[in-house]
């Protein structure tokens, strides 16, 4: 801090009894100068300004970093304040660097140093300034009274500055993100209910189709009920009736015999009519499935279908009786067997097929197997591979009386089984009992 030169400074060896030898005065004074010297230059190599301020506030030592930062000479600096050092010319009125000084002095203690910070423009720095007491109020006014250490803390305010600079665009796409985000969400949200809407408009038809198919499949029945009864009982009763007039007008007609001939051509081509119009009408709907039940009618078709297929052997293990199927799965019930065993008869090419009709406590079942081509032989025909609409009609009518239908290879590994199995409900349990 002061302009002193390095003194060489010797010592006297000490004796050969080890006691030391008492160092002459000029040897001592240059110690001391060394030492002072030594000091000089660590302050000097500090990056920050320390001057030593008098009770005036002027400089009466300070390091060489005022003439890093370009504020004159050592010798220059010596007897001015520090806001006249930093701020040679300071024309800012007023100036924030001397009310921070003038403030920070009048706070002074010994034992509290005064701290402030500022932007400071003229120097283009951001400085950082401590004011500190070094000798208690009342010592005389020529020995230092503070130490003013002045820092240059630029760096330290850019990267502040970056920093908050960095923050904010930070919470900026942050925010931009949440936005989004929430737009997206919004979106989602939309979405999910859109495709909520859709679903439950698509269940809403879905039922109202289901309802209309199940509306649509009673119709039909009762059409074909309507149907085969008209055939049975006024077209049926003409066509007897016609058969027994021919039959009197040849029995009591004696002409020649051509007409006989005739007669009797007619009498049996009428038979043949009555026979296919009764055919038709039981097809359409046995009159045995609405007098008897659904288990008298299945009987009735393996019987009727062993007879039309006389080369496909017909194995039938039912093991129920009328009562224990319920009402509402009688129809259902003798219309699938009759899909079933038409699909064997048309697609399967088997030589024997077996229907099992079967209730335990809680479920009705119809299986019906064979042992044709089975499924995969099968495969190139959509009808035959079990998606076409025979297939499609028995998985509906299951689906709408509460059951299920299931169609795979036969537990022999040749053929197909069609499986149908009802869940029943209490009431319909406990009618078995009482059928019992």
Same mark, same amino acid.
């Given at each position: 801090?002061?302009?002193?030169? %390095?003194?060489?400074?010797?010592?006297? %060896? %000490?004796?050969?009894?080890?006691?030391?030898?008492?160092?002459?005065?000029?040897?001592?004074?240059?110690?001391?100068?060394?030492?002072? +010297?030594?000091?000089?230059?660590?302050?000097?190599? =500090? *990056?920050?300004?320390?001057?030593?301020?008098?009770?005036?506030?002027?400089?009466?030592?300070?390091?060489?970093?005022?003439?890093?930062?370009?504020?004159?000479?050592?010798?220059?600096?010596?007897?001015?304040?520090?806001?006249? !050092?930093?701020?040679?010319?300071?024309?800012?009125? *007023?100036?924030?660097? &001397?009310?921070?000084?003038?403030?920070?002095?009048?706070?002074?203690? /010994?034992?509290?140093?005064?701290?402030?910070?500022?932007?400071?423009?003229?120097?283009?720095?951001?400085?950082?300034?401590?004011?500190?007491?070094?000798?208690?109020?009342?010592?005389?006014?020529? $020995?230092? @009274?503070?130490?003013? @250490?002045?820092?240059?803390?630029?760096?330290?305010?850019?990267?502040?500055?970056?920093?908050?600079?960095?923050? =904010?665009?930070? $919470?900026?796409?942050?925010?931009?993100?949440?936005?989004?985000?929430?737009?997206?969400?919004?979106?989602?949200?939309?979405?999910?209910?859109?495709?909520?809407?859709?679903?439950?408009?698509?269940?809403?038809?879905?039922?109202?189709?289901?309802?209309?198919?199940?509306? !649509?499949?009673?119709?039909?029945?009762?059409?074909?009920?309507?149907?085969?009864?008209?055939?049975?009982?006024?077209?049926?009763?003409? @066509?007897?009736?016609?058969?027994?007039?021919?039959?009197?007008?040849?029995?009591?007609?004696?002409?020649?015999?051509?007409?006989?001939?005739?007669?009797?051509? /007619?009498?049996?081509?009428?038979? &043949?009519?009555?026979?296919?119009?009764?055919?038709?009408?039981?097809?359409?709907?046995?009159?045995? @499935?609405?007098?008897?039940?659904?288990?008298?009618?299945?009987?009735? +078709?393996?019987?009727?279908?062993?007879? /039309?297929?006389?080369?496909?052997?017909?194995?039938?293990?039912?093991?129920?009786?009328?009562?224990?199927?319920?009402?509402?799965?009688?129809?259902?019930?003798?219309?699938?067997?009759?899909? #079933?065993?038409?699909?064997?008869?048309?697609?399967?090419?088997?030589?024997?097929?077996?229907?099992?009709?079967?209730?335990?406590?809680?479920?009705?079942?119809?299986?019906?197997?064979?042992?044709?081509?089975?499924?995969?032989?099968?495969?190139?025909?959509?009808?035959?591979?079990?998606?076409?609409?025979?297939?499609?009609?028995?998985?509906?009518?299951?689906?709408?009386?509460?059951?299920? +239908?299931?169609?795979?290879?036969?537990?022999?590994?040749?053929?197909?089984?069609?499986? #149908?199995?009802?869940?029943?409900? /209490?009431?319909?349990?406990?009618?078995?009992?009482?059928?019992?």
């Amino acid at each position: 801090m002061s302009q002193h030169r %390095p003194v060489s400074m010797s010592t006297q %060896p %000490p004796t050969e009894t080890g006691a030391p030898v008492a160092a002459d005065p000029a040897s001592v004074q240059a110690a001391i100068a060394r030492a002072k +010297f030594e000091w000089e230059c660590t302050v000097d190599a =500090l *990056p920050d300004l320390i001057c030593l301020l008098d009770a005036n506030g002027e400089i009466v030592r300070v390091n060489r970093v005022v003439e890093r930062w370009h504020l004159g000479s050592l010798s220059n600096a010596l007897g001015r304040d520090l806001h006249s !050092l930093l701020h040679e010319t300071c024309a800012a009125h *007023p100036c924030a660097l &001397l009310r921070a000084l003038t403030r920070g002095w009048s706070k002074l203690s /010994s034992e509290n140093p005064v701290e402030f910070e500022l932007r400071d423009a003229p120097l283009g720095r951001a400085l950082h300034v401590t004011l500190s007491r070094t000798r208690p109020t009342g010592s005389a006014p020529s $020995e230092p @009274l503070a130490v003013a @250490l002045v820092a240059d803390v630029t760096a330290l305010h850019l990267a502040r500055e970056a920093l908050k600079t960095v923050n =904010l665009e930070l $919470e900026a796409r942050v925010r931009l993100r949440t936005e989004a985000l929430a737009e997206a969400n919004r979106d989602l949200q939309n979405e999910i209910a859109r495709r909520e809407a859709a679903e439950e408009a698509l269940r809403h038809s879905r039922n109202e189709l289901a309802t209309l198919s199940r509306q !649509l499949i009673n119709a039909q029945e009762m059409e074909r009920k309507r149907i085969a009864r008209e055939l049975h009982d006024s077209v049926g009763q003409q @066509l007897s009736a016609i058969k027994y007039s021919l039959e009197g007008l040849c029995a009591g007609h004696h002409g020649g015999d051509e007409l006989q001939r005739t007669l009797q051509r /007619s009498i049996g081509t009428l038979q &043949l009519t009555m026979d296919e119009l009764r055919g038709i009408a039981m097809d359409l709907r046995p009159p045995v @499935l609405d007098d008897l039940g659904a288990v008298s009618a299945v009987e009735w +078709f393996c019987r009727e279908f062993a007879q /039309s297929y006389p080369g496909l052997q017909l194995r039938a293990r039912i093991t129920i009786d009328d009562a224990e199927v319920p009402e509402r799965l009688s129809t259902t019930v003798f219309r699938s067997l009759q899909e #079933l065993l038409n699909n064997v008869a048309k697609h399967a090419r088997a030589r024997e097929v077996t229907v099992a009709l079967s209730r335990s406590a809680e479920q009705l079942q119809l299986i019906v197997t064979d042992d044709g081509v089975g499924l995969e032989a099968t495969a190139g025909n959509a009808t035959e591979a079990g998606s076409g609409r025979g297939v499609r009609n028995l998985r509906e009518r299951a689906a709408m009386t509460g059951g299920t +239908f299931a169609l795979g290879a036969a537990p022999a590994g040749r053929g197909t089984e069609a499986r #149908l199995e009802w869940r029943l409900g /209490s009431a319909e349990q406990s009618s078995r009992s009482d059928a019992a």
